[in-house]
């Protein structure tokens, strides 16, 4: 999901390549640093308000007016997050506000953070006692989802997916009901084409599904109607529309919609295709046990999870 602000920051640092400036369209590196621990200064700090501002190191940051999302309840607690610097191609990865409160009547204190990144809340898991997020950073020109961390309730915990230890992008994610899982149109480890993926939250697991439907239907470039696809018209993370990824309401079936799409509408006759999950995926965790792994069968609702 792009804002009014991304697409400014992205605009201008396209038009100071066109116009021969000296940026430059190299594919985006990740920080060293965890997102917590973020090293550098953001403009946040330089400057009152919104704009373009260079930090001290020289590098532009497109500080942005704090407006947070609705409240997030969990079992003990809410969260609120929103941007305070917008990303920056081949400069700043942005920067995320989160806010966690607690609701249980402790003497908690309340838990503010800035994180590196564009980070979006996917849901509240009530296995894990914990909200899961995830990371937007630049990889080339394009602006996926590529980082998926809890965020621990009780404790302000960030703790990383086995799965950031292996080499994938997303550019759609569709939520489960309760999050047990997370449908994901993404590329794993090398894949040469995005297919559909099923992130089990609960056992921090990955199994790959079938081909992913076609991106939603866009007008940007789309004059004539033409097929279009994720490698080549979709450059970051989109909201899927209603009805192309469905869990059922029991979280143990998936269905995805099929057809010959356009990049101006969905084709009207449709082919279904509807997976066990249980049954008929092959679930692969990676042996990052730095990571959070799977989540204790003992974390009841109401129960923190040691």
Request: contains cysteine; hydrophobic residues 40%.
């Amino acid at each position: 999901m792009h804002t009014e602000s991304d697409t400014i920051g992205w605009f201008l640092a396209c038009a100071a390549v066109l116009a021969g400036g000296a940026w430059s369209c190299r594919s985006g590196s990740r920080p060293s640093s965890s997102p917590d621990d973020a090293s550098g200064e953001s403009a946040a700090a330089l400057v009152d308000g919104t704009g373009l501002v260079w930090d001290r190191a020289g590098r532009p940051r497109l500080v942005v007016a704090y407006s947070p999302s609705p409240w997030l309840g969990g079992s003990v607690s809410r969260l609120r997050s929103g941007l305070v610097e917008a990303p920056w191609h081949d400069g700043s990865f942005g920067m995320t506000r989160f806010e966690l409160e607690a609701t249980d009547g402790s003497d908690r204190p309340a838990w503010r953070r800035d994180l590196e990144g564009r980070w979006t809340v996917l849901g509240y898991s009530p296995a894990r006692h914990a909200y899961v997020l995830g990371g937007q950073f630049q990889k080339g020109a394009c602006l996926p989802l590529d980082d998926l961390r809890y965020l621990e309730e009780r404790t302000g915990a960030l703790l990383p997916s086995r799965l950031n230890s292996r080499r994938w992008i997303a550019f759609a994610a569709v939520p489960s009901p309760t999050l047990r899982y997370v449908a994901l149109i993404a590329r794993v480890d090398g894949q040469p084409q995005f297919r559909l993926h099923v992130f089990d939250v609960d056992n921090d697991e990955i199994a790959e599904a079938g081909p992913a439907p076609a991106p939603p239907p866009t007008d940007f470039k789309c004059d004539p109607p033409r097929t279009h696809w994720w490698d080549l018209d979709v450059d970051g993370w989109v909201e899927m529309d209603a009805g192309i990824i469905v869990f059922s309401a029991d979280e143990r079936r998936l269905t995805a919609s099929y057809g010959d799409d356009s990049c101006a509408a969905r084709s009207a006759q449709r082919t279904i295709r509807e997976w066990d999950l249980e049954r008929d995926l092959r679930w692969q965790a990676s042996a990052n046990v730095a990571a959070a792994g799977p989540a204790p069968a003992s974390a009841n609702e109401g129960e923190a999870a040691p």
